[in-house]
Structure formats: structure tokens, C-alpha cells
């Protein structure tokens, strides 16, 4: 069914792919597959050309287009996956790859499809849709088998099936390591369940960012359940943020006085509230000086009211003695900025 030119083609094709699956530049990797995009936009012209003479129906044969297209371009992503060129900082080398090749699959699929609408001449027996639908299949199924793994373990509220996950590489967008622990995380969410938590291993990352630890913390603060908080292990600072969010969601001002627990923050954020609903008197309780004439400016920004300045500050002099400079935190100033919605 191929002429000559086409096979010619399609052997460079596949060295390109197995060049993307070999790089570790992602500078060089970005540009690599852009080329490759570009080389495939040629060779899918003259692939589709050899397409256009089977004596196929027109439907049949605008079909096979399709597949042809959607192989060549959905196998360049394969191989970028499994490669070492990597997503890019930010992704941006994944996101760019993509517009492109997409770009490129759609000036593929436009010219494939006129070039086949307007060929009369049918004369080559063949059926190849098959075997092409069958080649697709496999390759969507690589690309797709930790979406659709994640998935199906979130519709079931079974973190067993995270299990299934296959992680080879620590920075590409298939098969990626810690995707199991990140497929728990988001199961264990969904059902507020802490004992699924607790089946994250956190392999990948440090105590700083363990995913077990900010499950955990997601849990309790869902359940208003500070005895959860302790079940977080060697971070001490996350046990007392977790405790310190349950009484801001709660408005318990008592769990402010928890150990471990940064009181002063808590009661700002109290005292805060939902921004205009917050309540200067909270403020009152908050032990460093700056930290409370800054709660009552906060408030006096959100509400749009300069009262809470005039209410709640001291004079200038009596604002020093506290330890407390008048350019920062002032009557005046937070009359001010009160009166303008922002900090000035």
C-alpha cells in the first residue's frame, strides 16, 4: 500500500522518535520536538497520498486518514513521555510541545482529508483501518493508563486500585514517580478517610512536603476534628497550622490556646473572619503589638471603616512606648488606608 517515498519517510519518523525517547536536553528536547512535529506534517502528506487510492469508500478512506494522523502525532507524545527531556520548568515545555502538535495534527487532518475528497483515482486493494484502530487503541491506552488508573479509583472511593500505578520517571507527564501516593491522596480526600492517608508512603519527597502529613492536615480541618492533628508525624509546625485552621474555620477562639499552636496568627485570622464580617474585638487578645494594631487595620481595610481606626489605636506617643513605630501602624495611617480599601 506505501509507496517507496512513504516507507523512506516513516523509517526517519521512527529514528526521530527514537532520538525524543533517548535526550535529556530539555532545550535541545523542545526543538527536537517541534522538528519532529514539522517532519510529521510532511510525511503524513504523502502517507495520506498512498491512502487516497484505495478502493475504499470515501468515508472508509477519510477514516483512515484520521487514524494514520492521530498514530503519528499521538506516538511522538508517547516518546516524549517516556523520554528524558522532561516536562520543562513550569511545564512549559509540555504545554508548547502540545499547542504544537496539535497545530500540526490539524493542518495534517485539513490538507489529508482534501487531498482525499478530490483524488478520483481508486486502485489499490486494501483495508487497512483495523489494524490501525488496533495500533491507536494501544498507544492512547499507554498515554492515558495513570489518568485513567486515578480515575477509576476516585469514581470508586478505592485507594486499592492507585496501586495499579506504573512509575518509571521523576519528570515527564506518564508513569511518574509518586503518582501512587498523590492517586491516595486525592481518594483519601474525597472520602475524609484518615486511614487512607496513612497508606501514603511519601518515597518521593522529604518531611517538608510529605503528601501523609497534608492529607492528614486536609482531613481533620474537613472534620473540625483537632485530635487528628496529632496523627501527623514529625512536624510539629503542621501539627499546630492544623489545629490553628480548625479554629479559624470554627471560630474556636479557645483552640488558639493550644500548644504548638501560633495563637497570635490564630486569633488574627479569627478576628478577620470572612473580610467583612470581621470581628476588631478578637484582636484584643493577639500578644505582639504589631501583630494587633495590624489586625485592626486589616479589619478597618476590609469593613471600609475608619471607626475601628479611631476605636482601637492609641496616640502616636502611647504607640512608641508599646514598641510600635507610627509609619507603620498609626491612627492617621490606618484612617487612611481605611478610607482607600488597601494598605498604603
Given at each position: 500500500m506505501?509507496s ?7 523509517g ?13 536536553s530539555?532545550s535541545?528536547g523542545?526543538f527536537l ?5 514539522l ?6 502528506i504523502f502517507v495520506v497520498?498512498?491512502v ?20 503519528l ?11 528524558n527531556?522532561g ?9 508548547f510541545?502540545?499547542?504544537?502538535m496539535l497545530?500540526?495534527?490539524?493542518l ?8 482525499v ?6 486502485n489499490?486493494?486494501?483495508k487497512?483501518?483495523k489494524i490501525?484502530?488496533?495500533?491507536l487503541?494501544?498507544?492512547?491506552a499507554l498515554?492515558?493508563y ?8 476516585r469514581?470508586t472511593g478505592?485507594?486499592g ?7 518509571i520517571?521523576?519528570n515527564?507527564?506518564i ?15 474525597d472520602?475524609s478517610?484518615?486511614a487512607?492517608?496513612?497508606q ?5 519527597v522529604d518531611v517538608?512536603?510529605s ?9 481533620a480541618?474537613d ?10 508525624t514529625?512536624d510539629?509546625?503542621?501539627q499546630g ?10 471560630g474556636?477562639?479557645s483552640?488558639?490556646e ?5 495563637r ?11 473580610r ?5 474585638e ?6 505582639n503589638?504589631?501583630s494587633?494594631y495590624?489586625c485592626?487595620?486589616?479589619i ?5 471603616d475608619?471607626?475601628i481606626?479611631?476605636?482601637y489605636f ?7 512606648q508599646?514598641g510600635?513605630?507610627p509609619?507603620d501602624y ?6 487612611v488606608?481605611?478610607?482607600k480599601g488597601?494598605?498604603?
Amino acid at each position: 500500500m506505501l509507496s517507496k517515498t512513504s516507507k523512506i519517510l516513516l523509517g526517519i519518523y521512527a529514528f526521530l522518535l527514537l532520538v525524543i525517547l533517548l535526550t535529556f536536553s530539555d532545550s535541545f528536547g523542545f526543538f527536537l520536538l517541534i522538528g519532529t512535529g514539522l517532519f510529521t506534517l510532511v510525511t503524513s502528506i504523502f502517507v495520506v497520498n498512498d491512502v487516497k487510492k484505495l478502493k475504499n469508500s470515501l468515508t472508509s478512506r477519510i477514516f483512515s486518514v484520521v487514524l494514520i494522523i492521530l498514530i503519528l502525532y499521538f506516538a511522538i507524545m508517547l516518546f516524549y513521555g517516556l523520554g528524558n527531556i522532561g516536562v520543562g520548568e513550569k511545564g512549559l515545555v509540555f504545554m508548547f510541545s502540545l499547542f504544537a502538535m496539535l497545530i500540526f495534527a490539524g493542518l495534517s487532518l485539513v490538507i489529508g482529508i482534501i487531498l482525499v475528497v478530490i483524488n478520483k483515482n481508486q486502485n489499490v486493494e486494501n483495508k487497512p483501518n483495523k489494524i490501525l484502530s488496533i495500533i491507536l487503541i494501544v498507544i492512547l491506552a499507554l498515554l492515558f493508563y495513570s489518568s485513567a488508573v486515578s480515575s477509576m479509583a476516585r469514581l470508586t472511593g478505592s485507594s486499592g486500585f492507585c496501586s495499579m500505578h506504573i512509575e518509571i520517571k521523576s519528570n515527564s507527564f506518564i508513569f511518574v514517580k509518586g503518582m501512587q501516593d498523590s492517586c491516595i491522596f486525592r481518594v483519601a480526600l474525597d472520602n475524609s478517610d484518615i486511614a487512607q492517608c496513612k497508606q501514603i508512603k511519601d518515597s518521593y519527597v522529604d518531611v517538608a512536603n510529605s503528601l501523609k502529613n497534608k492529607c492528614i492536615l486536609n482531613v481533620a480541618r474537613d472534620l473540625s476534628d483537632t485530635s487528628l492533628c496529632y496523627q501527623i508525624t514529625n512536624d510539629k509546625q503542621r501539627q499546630g497550622d492544623c489545629v490553628r485552621y480548625i479554629g479559624e474555620n470554627t471560630g474556636d477562639l479557645s483552640i488558639c490556646e493550644t500548644p504548638g499552636v501560633d495563637r497570635d496568627m490564630c486569633y488574627s485570622n479569627i478576628a478577620r473572619g470572612e473580610r467583612e464580617n470581621g470581628n476588631p474585638e478578637i484582636c484584643r487578645y493577639i500578644e505582639n503589638n504589631e501583630s494587633r494594631y495590624h489586625c485592626y487595620s486589616i479589619i478597618a481595610i476590609d469593613k471600609r471603616d475608619p471607626s475601628i481606626c479611631e476605636k482601637y489605636f492609641p496616640t502616636d506617643a502611647v504607640l512608641i512606648q508599646e514598641g510600635v513605630n507610627p509609619a507603620d501602624y498609626s491612627k492617621s495611617k490606618c484612617i487612611v488606608d481605611a478610607e482607600k480599601g488597601y494598605f498604603n
